[in-house]
């Protein structure tokens, strides 16, 4: 006769995480709302204090909770923190593997770009690029002095795809420009000449505004064709 194991029973302090997830979406609670003591908390999730302090620790670590010592404990905000020091890491012991994770999310990141530029040239008139047209005068002016820095040149991204009005959209660039700027000293020096960088995001950038999608298209691949020739000599 076979035997049917029983369903583990989840800990108190899971229980307890999944209390207080639950507890933020019914009471309708957004980032930066207070969320109720720890005494309140033993007594609506009917749980001991070190089962929600284990919990409270654990939603801490993924964001979900916030906690300001001195202020009290809050709904946490979106971060995507976890997943850049997560791919940093794993790019780094992949490198001394011979392989060279690093590049497939400069793919990544090149095929999302591919997408958002033609989802720009969509919103027409709508999209306010001036400010991005401020960005490139001044790295015409790093360029003319040495190489474009990298706060530039991520200042760039953010604001051409601000207009598209997805904060997500921001979060996800962020996070893999942070894990490429983490892995700096492996990547080297840039080879590509400054005057070259400041082209190839003026290029991007007159095709949005020109509406010209296929042209839009090929000068995010012409500017990333640089990115992947300086991720390329790791494996050199």
């Known amino acids: 006769m076979t035997t049917v194991p029983r369903p583990v029973r989840p800990s108190r302090a899971v229980e307890a995480q999944e209390g207080v997830k639950d507890l933020i979406v019914r009471r309708g609670l957004v980032a930066g709302d207070p969320l109720p003591t720890e005494s309140e908390l033993m007594e609506e999730l009917q749980v001991s204090r070190n089962s929600v302090r284990e919990a409270l620790k654990a939603l801490q670590a993924v964001g979900i909770v916030d906690i300001r010592h001195g202020f009290g404990m809050f709904v946490g905000r979106m971060s995507l923190a976890g997943l850049v020091n997560e791919l940093t890491f794993h790019s780094r012991i992949t490198l001394q593997n011979g392989k060279n994770h690093l ?3 400069i793919e990544i990141r090149e095929i999302l770009e591919s997408g958002l530029v033609e989802r720009l040239i969509e919103l027409g008139p709508a999209a306010d690029l001036t400010p991005v047209a401020d960005v490139i005068v001044r790295m015409e002016a790093e360029a003319q002095a040495g ?88 494996d050199e």
């Open 147 to 234: 190489p474009v820095s990298p706060e530039t040149d991520r200042l760039f991204h953010d604001l051409l795809y601000r207009p598209l009005g997805n904060p997500l959209v921001g979060q996800l660039l962020g996070a893999f420009w942070d894990v490429y700027y983490q892995l700096r000293d492996q990547l080297g020096v840039p080879d590509e000449p400054p005057g070259d960088v400041v082209t190839r995001h003026r290029d991007i950038y007159t095709a949005v505004l020109a509406g010209d999608r296929a042209g839009a298209v090929s000068a995010v691949h012409a500017h990333f064709k640089g990115v992947r020739n300086r991720v390329g000599r790791i």
């Open 103 to 105: 590049a497939n999310l």
